[in-house]
């Protein structure tokens, strides 16, 4: 029997779809595996495929191509270590969210989800069937248990996995981020570990995919809770780790712990890498964005220079007659600290000729909010324009509290094509814009140091649609609005509930009405990064119509 046993853990970035490409992200993993003297190399959960699929999986020929590929890579990987990775089943006539042991060219079992999450983003309960929970399955002599993903949050899979002979838990996921949800993980993953009297492997993709991003921080804990090795997060990292077998069980030996950062440094390279991959995963390269002079645009440039680099980053001021000087100097300011390309190009001519155009219609009517969109609508006009000639993605700027009450033009500043500050409200991009500042790290592409003019973060928020125009004509001061909206939104809230925490209940009741008529401009806007499970697509699904207002 043997005493020890070392396992690779590849912490890697697939991308949903490309099945040749994930296998042969698995393969080197092996390879590397195979190189370290590994029994075992593991790979996450839904590997093969990428996650999330959606409805991609349900398509016989995508999940009978993703089946094949995990064939061919058992064929393939024949001689060396054996290889754990996620993918698409069948147990009887449905689909099963599974995961592969392959060994000696041969997949020598299957484990299957039991608990199948069904709620935020996760559909599982419509893609897949829940299996009955099995037990464990040996390599190298030693007996291991693979709760898959939502299996490891709750006690039954784990405690029967413990009762029919597993030695150690390795827990494939496909585990996005919100905030703060690493201590929601590893509090959850110690209980398991008490209980059952293991050790436990977390191992967790990374990588973007739409709105999610996927933060690896895959760790290892010994029985009792502690921590044996911390894998860092956003980053893709394969590491090898070594049990050895002790009179109480087994035990793995102490490993790198990779630094947590705090929750403004992970918001914010979750941003950069969810931008970065969307570009890279749908094929673009550059991108571009039209610059105000004010803190949303600013902060999306910085983020896009990180992602992509300054020389692929085009930064646009679109002026009108209401745009102030200072934010001209503002936004030249940004695009000369990042090192991105600036174009002026006014767009005064084009609205007389609109306003000329549409006269004989608007005759007898007085200017107002319609004239001050055409601006807006010009703007995306002209920048998707961009875009089209010359293959640039559109990046809107809108931050969580805009999106949440339509503080924003449809067909105008809200095209683009992705919004990574879509989650993040108001308040929040003030301390990322400072945190940024004070900041630099190795992952990001842009300049160290002040990126963002301070004037840029202390002006008050104009559209500049009009003369001397504030956000606050419109809306309450940004801190009434985000607590309001936490309550509402992220904490699912009522209008009593708002009153109770202190606001106004006309405050409270003008940002419920807003929120509710602006569905149908969220159901049009661009994806953008999920930083919390409250974000606005997949975790909050409300009707476009709905007449139902809180009457507390």
Not at 294 to 304: C, F, K, L
Not at 417 to 439: H, M, S
Not at 515 to 544: C, N, V
């Amino acid at each position: 029997m043997a005493d020890r046993f070392r396992l690779t853990l590849a912490q890697l970035n697939p991308t949903v779809g490309d099945i040749a490409g994930n296998a042969a992200l698995a393969r080197d993993a092996w390879e590397q595996g195979r190189a370290a003297g590994a029994d075992m190399v593991a790979l996450p959960e839904m590997f093969i495929t990428g996650y999330n699929t959606q409805d991609l999986v349900l398509k016989p020929a995508f999940h009978q191509a993703a089946i094949a590929a995990v064939h061919r890579l058992a064929r393939d990987c024949a001689d060396g270590p054996a290889i754990a990775i996620g993918g698409p089943a069948f147990g009887g006539a449905r689909l099963h969210n599974a995961y592969y042991i392959l060994r000696s060219g041969e997949v020598s079992a299957i484990l299957r989800k039991h608990h199948l999450p069904n709620e935020t983003v996760f559909d599982e309960v419509r893609l897949f069937e829940s299996a009955d929970m099995g037990g464990p399955y040996a390599v190298g002599g030693v007996r291991i248990g693979s709760p898959i993903c939502e299996d490891a949050w709750h006690e039954d899979v784990a405690e029967t996995l413990e009762e029919t002979g597993a030695e150690l838990l390795l827990v494939p996921n496909g585990s996005p981020y919100y905030r703060r949800k690493m201590d929601v993980r590893q509090t959850l993953m110690v209980s398991r570990v008490i209980e059952t009297g293991l050790p436990l492997i977390y191992l967790n993709l990374v990588g973007g995919q739409d709105d999610q991003v996927f933060d690896g921080g895959s760790f290892v804990l010994n029985p009792g809770g502690a921590l044996a090795l911390q894998m860092p997060v956003f980053e893709e990292a394969v590491a090898h780790v070594d049990f050895t077998r002790t009179a109480q069980g087994w035990r793995a030996e102490e490993g790198a712990r990779a630094h947590l950062p705090d929750e403004f440094e992970q918001d914010y390279h979750a941003m950069v890498l969810s931008l970065r991959d969307y570009f890279r995963k749908t094929g673009f390269t550059q991108a571009l964005l039209g610059l105000s002079g004010g803190i949303d645009s600013a902060i999306v440039a910085v983020i896009a220079a990180d992602a992509l680099g300054p020389g692929n980053v085009r930064c646009v001021m679109l002026p009108s007659e209401y745009t102030s000087p200072g934010s001209l100097e503002d936004a030249q300011a940004v695009a000369d600290a990042l090192g991105a390309r600036y174009d002026f190009v006014p767009i005064g001519h084009a609205r007389a000729a609109i306003t000329e155009t549409l006269a004989p219609l608007f005759e007898g009517t007085e200017p107002g909010l319609t004239e001050e969109n055409i601006q807006s609508r010009l703007r995306g006009l002209l920048l998707m324009a961009l875009s089209n000639k010359f293959g640039e993605m559109l990046l809107t700027t809108g931050n969580k509290s805009e999106v949440a009450v339509g503080y924003a033009t449809i067909y105008g500043d809200m095209a683009g094509g992705y919004n990574p500050i879509k989650d993040l409200y108001k308040t929040r991009v003030f301390d990322i814009c400072r945190w940024r500042n004070a900041n630099h790290r190795a992952w990001m592409k842009g300049p160290e140091g002040e990126v963002i003019p301070p004037r840029v973060i202390d002006k008050p928020p104009s559209a500049e649609l009009r003369a001397d125009q504030k956000d606050s004509d419109s809306l309450p001061p940004y801190p009434v609005l985000d607590g309001i909206l936490q309550i509402l939104v992220d904490g699912d809230g009522s209008i009593a509930d708002c009153v109770k925490a202190g606001y106004e209940r006309a405050d409270a009741k003008k940002v419920e009405h807003l929120l509710y008529i602006s569905e149908y401009k969220r159901f049009q806007s661009a994806p953008g990064t999920r930083l919390s499970k409250a974000a606005f697509w997949l975790d909050r699904r409300y009707p476009i119509v709905n007449r139902w207002r809180d009457p507390s």
